[in-house]
């Protein structure tokens, strides 16, 4: 049975922050790399944490899942959301003593299995499209999506509550007296299918601030998911607003480094000048300067109730069914009242 020690001669990583890392410790900073690689060798070396060792040997002979993500590698180190939500998952398939595999795309663009064996189920972290979807059913009869639910009439699903996440930060900007609340993000999003819709953290932000009477559409931003563009379209629309936002909704942590850095440049503080939540609650926004207010997306019991899905699946349940998990509002020092830039 491999150890902590085995995992750190092969990566050159110290035991501590492993041990950290694979107990998805969140007052650890690593990059998105050092995680893959850490749970790339725990896999490897088929490392079962120490508690579950016992549980894993009582439990029924090893299945063996793949595992399937909508980006490719270079798409995911730029939004480290979908590579944290892997790596849940793979926490509660070690935990179960189930061996896990990654479906990657062939040079046709098909998802294929390695190794020979058929798998007993695939986990889908993400939208795709109906013919990947075929790809997964030629690995498996048992898929379980993940983020995303293609067809709640044929698939089981576990997904956040978008609705309440956006709910929850709204809330407290409008608790604190902000009425000119603004958006960033991308307006269109791959959903189910993999087809372009109006993104739901969207639609939730319009609806809830037009219940409220605020809702000003100037303060939408459409943003790519990722740094580079946060900052490029935050710089544009600070040069153009003559009467800027006194709060800001940042639709994925993925934005927030090029977003800070746009207000930094032009000089706005925060939370003196504009208050600032994001969503996701990765470390992205736990590191940032200040430390973001977030809505945490609650990856670990998506994880779980996807488990538990397919143990369904497994065992013939007749219809199947999506898990709604709810989010939660974390506060931290980039929400203020709005008084100082309203005078």
Known sequence: MATLKDIAGVTGISISTISRVLNHDETISVTPQTAEKIFAAAKALDYV???????AERAAPSRRMGIAQMFEMEQILEDPYYLYMKSALEKVCFSKGIETTNLFRDETGHFICQGDSELDGVFAIGSFTPQEIEDFHRCSSHVVFVDTSPDDEHYFAAVPNFHLGVRQALQRLLEAGHRRI????????FQEEKTLKLDARLY????????AGVFDPAYVL????????????????????QTPPTALFIASDAIANGVLRALERKGVSIPGQMSVVAFNDTPLSLNASPPLSSVRVLQSEIAAAAYMAMESSLAGCTYPFKTVVPCVYVERESVGAPDACES
């Open 222 to 241: 459409d943003s790519a998911m990722n740094s580079t563009a946060g900052f490029e379209v935050m710089t544009r629309a600070l040069d153009a607003w």
């Open 204 to 211: 939730y932000f319009r609806n809830i601030l037009q219940e």
């Open 182 to 189: 603004g958006f960033i993000g991308s307006q269109y999003t």
């Open 49 to 55: 944490p120490t508690r579950s060792r016992a549980k």
